[in-house]
């Protein structure tokens, strides 16, 4: 088991214990963690399932980089490390 799968676990385990409790600020206050966080994680399960538990990496958009002395940076982007699979017969389907 790699770590972002035991943290994915982790997580899963989390958002199982709030349900069979039935209370949420119950399970945040047990495990010391904000509902902001318990909400975050909640809404990326139910849109992705398990992988969305696991940790998103940050990339950059672009490197910082100067031109004609200025400075330029860029914040960086959340994205999930796998992508989403997307079905190649559905582009040829016809609208």
Known sequence: MTKDDRIASFKHSILQYARKHKNIIYTCR???L???VYYKWLKRFSKLGYLGLQDLVILPDSSTFCTQGLWINSTPSR???IA???DP???LSPE
């Open 30 to 32: 047990t495990f010391n």
């Open 79 to 81: 994205v999930p490390k």
């Open 34 to 36: 904000s509902r902001t």
């Open 84 to 86: 989403p699979v997307i």
């Open 89 to 91: 017969l559905e582009s």
